[in-house]
């Protein structure tokens, strides 16, 4: 482990998960459709996509709680239908409700899951507290699980997942309900695995921030396709350069036409007395937007100049935004649930 | 994340210069530390996964004393009021002659007192009423997401069922120890007690707890709807009880109902425990009750296995 750093997320590493054309159905919907992608050694992979949009069936099916409908799926080397239980064996998962035992102990729940993968006793004890110190549970171990406040039950469920040393670990909405200081720590302890223990993680997630932030790769997904995969610089300079927004006091004439001529700019909408510019270079480009607008002798009201975000490339790709959107009945009951239990 | 926020070892392996840097949490282990010796056997998780539906139980007296009042009502109430005997000395004008009251009761009983006779069917009740609820605790951790937890982990699928049948026959075995010695300090005849009748009576307990908890955990596993399950508990129960021989003796019942209690498995059980608690006259050998209750252990034993298999991974 002390060469942790080698195999980094680059590009030309060894693909630790290879899917190809995965689908999924349940009854006449489908779930996942037609999904192909790779996960590289040792970086961390993001799922970005609304509620029901195939996310935790993909990680189900990768993590053999679901058979697949059609199409392959290879996770550490082993085929996720005929090899189960190894690829069982060689990753772990942090699903999204709270499973923990609340009637044990956090070390307990720790064992338990030990216990599950076969690992001796002796073994699972000395690794259950380096895990418990890694999560910064060790002072809370020996009280019931019950007693827990959510972001303590994340970083359970988190050390209960690391228990088998996986190599590849699957964490389905690792931050979901959590409160801001809680999620900065569950980063923290992403970054860290990947960075110490050279760990490859695959996440799901519907908060572009933490995509954005965590992730080397992310895959855009929508209605069970893979929109786009790339890195969030790639997604968002896919969207198509800066945003300039430019209010002016007069409503007539409308000068878009003549703004669409300005060097770099690609696109003008206008909305009432807005205008929203897209273009290259948007530093470059807003003193000449700003020039013409005075030589027609009209006043700017306000300027603004935005970097695209993963928020524009997610509404370019998807013609959606990542609100709350309708999902199945019980999809959105478990997320409640583990909501609340996270807020308790 | 920076160096500094690495994890410490704990170990007091310090003076061992090769190894620094961060514990192995994840991937592969260091030479130092040989790779733990890892159980693959199909039986690996069992215990773990009993013990910890047993501890719930076990550490919640409330659940254990509850489950006891409704037996405790059947025979402390019911045992009580329901006075066979005096019926037969009012009713048949059978006053100022014991001898033909015992000769009615033990050719409806096979013995002399109807509240022996009930607590033999109590004993078995108990169980059924336990077994019922084992599938339950499947609803639970299926809602809870622990049976998909339990299920990402490489322990056998069959364990996982096996582990909710052993942990309701645990407790079935302990209530009905329970529910004898309510029964023993409330009146039962304990003239024909015998070490191996006892023992008896508990394998055949075990046999029918094992049936019942099979039949109910199969009914559960793809279920993780609790009002559902509590729907069959009910649909369930009540039939099991008053279509066997636990309340009143066979030959008593129409014809019909008759054809029911020869299929019902219970009441070969509660025939045998009869038998062997009480000295009663047993409506078949003790052999045949012990065929079928094995029969039907391990009947629905290996097909909650099998189900397990297609169901649970799914």
């Keep these: 482990m002390i060469s942790a750093q080698k195999g980094r997320a680059g590009d030309g590493s060894a693909a630790i998960v290879k899917v190809e054309g995965l689908s999924k159905s349940f009854g006449q919907q489908k779930a996942v459709d037609n999904v192909s992608f790779e996960i590289r050694q040792g970086e961390i992979f993001g799922f970005l996509g609304p509620n029901g949009a195939g996310k935790s069936t993909t990680i189900n099916m990768l993590t053999t709680l679901l058979p697949p409908t059609s199409g392959k799926a290879e996770v550490c080397g082993f085929d996720v239908h005929k090899q189960a239980n190894d690829v069982r064996r060689s990753v772990g998962v942090v699903p999204q409700d709270y499973t923990a035992d609340e009637d044990m102990t956090g070390y307990e729940n720790i064992l338990l899951c030990g216990d599950l993968y076969g690992i001796p006793r002796s073994d699972s004890k000395r690794h259950a507290e380096q895990l418990l110190q890694l999560v910064e549970l060790q002072d809370a171990a020996k009280r019931k699980v019950s007693t827990f406040s959510g972001g303590m039950r994340r970083r359970l469920e988190l050390a209960c997942g690391l228990i088998n040393y996986p190599k590849l670990l699957f964490l389905d909405e690792p931050t979901l309900g959590l409160d801001v200081q809680t999620r900065t720590a569950v980063w923290k302890y992403i970054r860290q695995l990947k960075q110490d223990y050279n760990m490859t993680l695959f996440l799901t997630t519907h908060y572009l921030e933490e995509a954005d932030g965590l ?83 009209m006043h700017v009201s306000k300027i603004s100049l935005s970097r695209p975000t993963l928020d524009e490339a997610y509404l370019e790709l998807t013609g959606r935004t990542l609100r709350e959107e309708e999902t199945n009945k019980w999809a959105m009951m478990s997320q409640r649930r583990t909501m609340s239990a996270a807020r308790s | 994340m920076v160096e500094s926020e690495r994890v410490p070892i704990k170990e007091a392996t310090a003076q061992d210069s090769k190894i620094e840097g961060p514990a192995p949490i994840a991937g592969e282990r260091t030479a130092e530390m040989p790779t733990p010796k890892i159980n693959k056997g199909p039986t690996h998780g069992l215990w773990a996964l009993t013990k910890r539906d047993l501890r719930k139980w076990y550490t919640n007296p409330y659940q254990l004393i509850i489950s006891l009042i409704q037996p405790v009502i059947w025979m402390g109430l019911f045992g009580k009021a329901l006075n066979f005997s005096s019926f037969i000395t009012a009713g048949a004008g059978a006053a100022g002659n014991p001898g033909a009251v015992t000769a009615a009761m033990l050719g409806f009983f096979g013995t002399t007192s109807y509240f022996s006779y009930l607590v033999c069917g109590m004993l078995v009740f108990i169980v059924v009423f336990n077994s019922a609820f084992s599938g339950m605790s499947v609803v ?175």
């Design chain 1, 215 to 297: 992730c080397d790769r992310i895959a855009i997904i929508d209605h069970g396709h893979i929109v786009k995969i790339g890195t969030p610089d790639e997604l968002k300079a896919s969207v198509g350069g800066d945003v300039i927004l430019v209010g002016v006091k007069e409503t007539e004439p409308d000068v878009s036409s003549e703004i669409a001529k300005v060097d770099l700019v690609k696109a003008v909408t206008k909305t009432g007395n807005d205008y929203r510019i897209k273009a290259d270079d948007g530093a470059e480009a807003t003193p000449a937007i700003i020039d013409l607008i005075r030589s027609k002798g």
């Design chain 2, 140 to 314: 639970w951790d299926r809602r809870f997401g622990f049976m998909n937890k339990a299920l990402s982990t490489p322990v056998s699928r069959g364990a996982i069922v096996m582990a909710k049948i052993l942990q309701s026959v645990g407790r079935s075995l302990i209530q009905a120890v329970v529910v004898l010695f309510i029964g023993i300090a409330l009146g039962m005849d304990t003239g024909s007690l015998s070490a191996a009748g006892i023992a008896g009576t508990f394998v055949i307990i075990f046999l029918v707890a094992m049936g019942l908890s099979g039949l109910f955990v199969m009914l559960s596993l793809r279920s993780s709807n609790w009002q559902t399950q509590m729907a069959i508990i009910n649909l369930l129960n009540l039939p099991l009880l008053f279509a066997s021989n636990a309340l009143f003796p066979v030959k008593i019942m129409p014809a019909w109902l008759q054809d029911v209690v020869k299929v019902n498995p219970i009441s070969y059980c509660i025939d045998a425990i009869r038998q062997l608690l009480i000295g009663a006259t047993g409506t078949y050998a003790l052999w045949v009750d012990f065929s079928v209750a094995i029969s039907f252990a391990a009947f629905f034993s290996i097909v909650g296995i099998v189900m397990s298999w297609r169901l649970l991974s799914k």
